[in-house]
């Protein structure tokens, strides 16, 4: 755990469509930019979309990492997690969290933008569902200790977007990488009696609120979700 952290950290916490193409691969898997001049002429794209093996390779070739063919664990255990939502001043965490869904990630954008220097990559998930036997929430209170309540939770995430940026100058800067999630669906939370009955005070806006705990919750969650995933399905950087 303590490795896949570390790779989290250096992965950090535009979408475009197949006309931006304005390269191809040569016999020996780099790229070569054709040279006709486009309002897109900055953008490069490596490999198209359906050539995993060509990311794959790109990856290896500028990082180092090994490439991999998958599946991705299913589930993929997370022993422990922090999740903060700060409107309804509540911390959420999962322990021992099963995470099913990763191998349903498919590559939708990848590119480099050679006038800003970064690499994009998205990968969206058609499913995610996150089930924690026991999760803790904890309401923090103005000038008293918190409060704390415990039951399972079931989260499920459709078609949830997640965007990889990395700068790239003749290879990846990851220590200044950054992820990002978007999701087009509303999440649906089912919540344990513990959490969702009696007169605890941050029952009602965290529950009704659930979507928007869930969006914030992503912010943290989200690197591990696709470091997990390129690690398993596009290249071994060696953080396990």
Known sequence: MKRLLCFIFLFGLVQGNGDYWVGHIDGYGSPVVNRHETHHAHIEKPC??????????????????????????????????????PHSNVTITINNAQLKGLNTGRIKEFYINKKTGVLVLEVVFGKI??????????????????EERADFTNIEFIDMSLTLTIPYHNGFDLAHSHVYTYMTNKPHLIAGPGLTKGDYYTNKKWFDDSALSAEEGMVSQGPIYISVFMQSKICDFGYH
């Open 129 to 146: 569902v996150v089930y924690s036997p026991r999760t803790v929430v904890t309401h923090h209170l103005r000038g008293r200790e918190p």
């Open 48 to 85: 198209h979309l359906h050539d995993t093996n060509c990311i794959r390779q790109f990856f290896a070739r500028n990082s180092g990492c090994t490439p991999v063919h998958g599946p991705a664990p299913d589930p993929y255990i997370i022993k422990k997690g922090p999740i903060e939502t």
